[in-house]
């Protein structure tokens, strides 16, 4: 028998199971509601409902108690008041686990409900339309938030059900004998993490009205006045608690992993085998991910505390393109990609695990593996062997916390790159060839962190200056780190060169043609340097700077 807990009633009784009697449904989003409201019926569960939902139900000729039936009261106030009644809540609120709440419904003629499926007005489409006024006001849910909520917090006795996604998981259970204590603990959680998001958008809308209101009364131009391409004038970022890692960048750090919505990325990677991955794990998986999906053609991306050992590209007449891609990029920087992290975005191939295994790496990450190659890296017994989600794809926005606030910005993403718009400014226009190895150059330049500098041969990076306090010492090291490979090579600054100095450690180490942003006020001085060395040089008209 289990121990007496002396806080709880005498009369507590414990629910895991509970089977599905009687449900209620209101939903503003309709997709799916008159399967999920056929399988209900089919299983004998009664349906109460309100307006719009009802009326749905009703044509699709399925059994359904409306609201006011159960309240005695119509529907009011053009719908604003449906549910706001202790008939509904009542049977929202009671814990049927206590004799005495059933006890009592029996005497308020009251009938619990198992199953709540509810989501609420659009407000955000609502703004996002353009309305204004009291047409948004109007889209300000009330009843629906507060069935949510009371349904979340008895989910000891109630399922709240939020996202349409669910009604499949939902039949699911009811055919299985009811919902479980976990799968309501889950659900509720979801539910209050809708309505927080819900408020989160309200109250999102009153402080920019009121910043606008605000600024017009004091003669400054507003939000929607300046130009701005959709910053909203407050957000809240929600995210759920995957996991507690051992420690953050350094040992005695706490830290964390929370997945968010929206996009699917390395947040949300399934690892197939390995150590359990760490904070630096993670942020270096992210950018080499980043660096390797840059690109559309076979490319594997090789990270370093956020900085590139190398980049590379496939030859595709070759055997195995990813193949070729990964030992290209390994040649950049051998002894920096000892202990690196590898991000693919094709399939690692057999003949690329093959490589791989000589190497000591920390995580590699790809889009799926074929099931040899995945057998020949689990046998790394300490390498983190990653797989992205079919979805993956990149945040809308970048956040980056400082002190007492975030910046935000888009991403500078590759989805418009076009060199058809840069300028040749000396030398000979670059052949086809040239041209693309500029091309994958300024490409995988955006990989490094600024101060950057990027020299390529054959579509691979061959040397990488990176993170210097100056371009100067930035294009000393790629030479350096390029050696031999340097002479033919092409090089990528992330910004313009201030000065002809660092341009000049390039033309000497052999560099034949430069892309750029150009943009200094020493332009012609750079310019010149290249001229004198006949080197081609293309001003590109934007930067990418990484820090």
Not at 408 to 432: I, R, Y
Request: proline content about 3%; hydrophobic content about 45%; charged content about 20%.
């Amino acid at each position: 028998m289990a121990a007496h807990n002396d806080h709880q009633p005498a009369d507590y009784r414990h629910r895991d199971r509970i089977p599905v009697r009687r449900a209620l449904l209101s939903v503003s989003d309709k997709t799916g509601i008159i399967e999920l409201a056929k399988n209900l019926v089919a299983q004998g569960i009664e349906i109460v409902s309100t307006g719009g939902t009802f009326k749905a139900l009703a044509d699709a000729g399925l059994p359904v108690i409306e609201v006011s039936q159960l309240t005695g009261f119509p529907e009011s106030l053009d719908g604003r008041v449906k549910t706001l009644h202790p008939t509904i809540h009542g049977g929202l609120l009671a814990d049927m686990r206590l004799i005495a709440h059933e006890e009592q419904l029996k005497e308020l003629d009251i009938q619990p409900f198992q199953l709540v499926v509810v989501n609420l007005y659009p407000f955000v489409q609502t703004v996002q339309s353009g309305a204004k006024g009291d047409a948004v006001v109007e889209q300000i849910d009330i009843g629906g938030p507060a069935m949510v909520r009371a349904s979340a917090k008895n989910h000891a006795n109630v399922a709240i059900v939020v996202d349409p996604a669910r009604y499949g998981e939902i039949i699911a259970a009811i055919e299985e004998g009811g919902t479980t204590l976990q799968q309501r603990r889950e659900l509720a959680y979801a539910a209050f993490s809708h309505t927080a998001r819900y408020d989160s958008a309200v109250s999102a809308w009153f402080a920019s009205e009121l910043e606008n209101d605000w600024k017009r009364n004091a003669g400054q131009t507003t939000l929607a006045e300046n130009a701005n391409p959709g910053f909203e004038a407050e957000f809240k970022v929600i995210g759920n608690l995957e996991n507690v890692l051992r420690y953050g960048e350094n040992s005695h750090q706490a830290a964390a992993l929370y997945r968010t919505g929206g996009s699917a990325g390395i947040a949300q990677a399934r690892q197939f085998g390995g150590k359990e991955m760490s904070y630096n794990n993670f942020v270096d998986a992210d950018a080499a991910v980043r660096a390797a999906y840059d690109f559309s053609e076979p490319a594997v991306a090789i990270i370093k505390h956020a900085n590139p050992c190398g980049i590379a590209l496939g030859d595709l007449n070759s055997a195995d393109a990813i193949a070729d891609a990964h030992a290209k990029a390994h040649m950049c920087d051998p002894v920096s990609a000892f202990g690196g992290v590898i991000a693919s975005n094709r399939i690692v191939t057999v003949a690329m695990a093959k490589q791989v295994a000589t190497i000591f790496t920390e995580v590699i990450v790809a889009p799926g593996y074929e099931i040899e190659a995945l057998q020949i890296l689990l046998e790394k017994k300490n390498l983190r062997v990653l797989e992205l989600p079919a979805n993956y794809s990149r945040d809308a926005l970048e956040y980056r916390q400082i002190s007492g606030g975030l910046l935000v910005q888009q991403p500078d993403e590759f989805s418009q790159f076009n060199s058809q718009g840069w300028k040749l400014v000396t030398g000979k226009k670059a052949d086809a060839d040239t041209m693309r190895e500029l091309e994958f150059a300024w490409r995988a330049c955006r990989a490094v962190k600024s101060n950057g500098i990027l020299l390529a041969r054959e579509l691979a990076s061959v040397g990488v200056g990176m993170g210097q306090v100056n371009r100067v010492d930035s294009c000393r090291l790629a030479v350096e780190r390029a050696e031999s490979r340097a002479k033919g090579s092409v090089a990528a600054s992330d910004a313009f060169f201030p000065f002809a100095d660092g341009l000049q450690i390039l033309i000497n180490a052999g560099v034949r043609a430069v892309v750029q942003p150009g943009g200094s006020v020493r332009d012609e001085e750079v310019i010149a340097a290249a001229e004198a060395a006949g080197v081609t040089m293309y001003f590109t008209g934007e930067r990418h700077f990484f820090h």
